[in-house]
């Protein structure tokens, strides 16, 4: 996983090297025609996005040393439209998270709550090889999980993921009128 994370931030930090800085701004990204979000960067980070497949894709980044987040939002078949993290029961949130670590070797998660009231899983994967931490949500029926890491596989502090709640409490989810 930190192989794939670190492949991918450098992939976007060559593509995007010339992209403007975002000066603790909203950064608009859009998801379809009917929901896009707003994310408020923390200063001297930049965004590159990506939709494919109806699949999100978006690296929030500064440098190679600093704490990078990629984030993935995808339409999720099993909950309709309306389906939200805050309005599953326990078993089903449990099925949720389930589902979000099968490709993790050996996570611990809890249930957290940014400061607008929005529950997310709180993943951790540490062992010899890689520390990746992530939070991941159920909105509207979309899966929306954010990555938090480095480049260099260094530890996630607790100073780190709450920058990353922060950044989910930011969020802002648009939805388009029809």
Do not use: H
């Amino acid at each position: 996983m930190k192989k794939i994370f670190a492949l991918l931030l450098a992939a976007v930090m060559v593509v995007c090297s010339c992209a403007a800085l975002a000066e603790t701004e909203a950064y608009t990204i859009e998801f379809d025609d009917s929901l896009s979000f707003k994310v408020v960067l923390p200063e001297g980070y930049a965004c590159a996005e990506n939709v494919e497949n109806g699949v999100l894709s978006a690296m929030i980044f500064k440098d190679e040393d600093s704490l990078a987040f990629a984030m993935v939002i995808a339409g999720d078949d099993e909950y309709d439209e309306t389906a939200r993290l805050n309005d599953l029961s326990d078993d089903e949130k449990t099925a949720f998270a389930t589902a979000m670590l099968e490709d993790l070797g050996n996570p611990t998660w809890t249930i957290s709550t940014t400061g607008l009231g929005t529950e997310l899983i709180v993943v951790a994967e540490e062992n010899d090889e890689e520390d990746l931490a992530m939070m991941a949500t159920l909105y509207d029926g979309c899966d929306i999980v954010l990555y938090v890491g480095y480049a260099d596989g260094r530890t996630v502090t607790a100073d780190d993921m709450a920058v990353a709640n922060q950044f989910f409490t930011d969020l802002e989810f648009v939805k388009a009128d029809k």
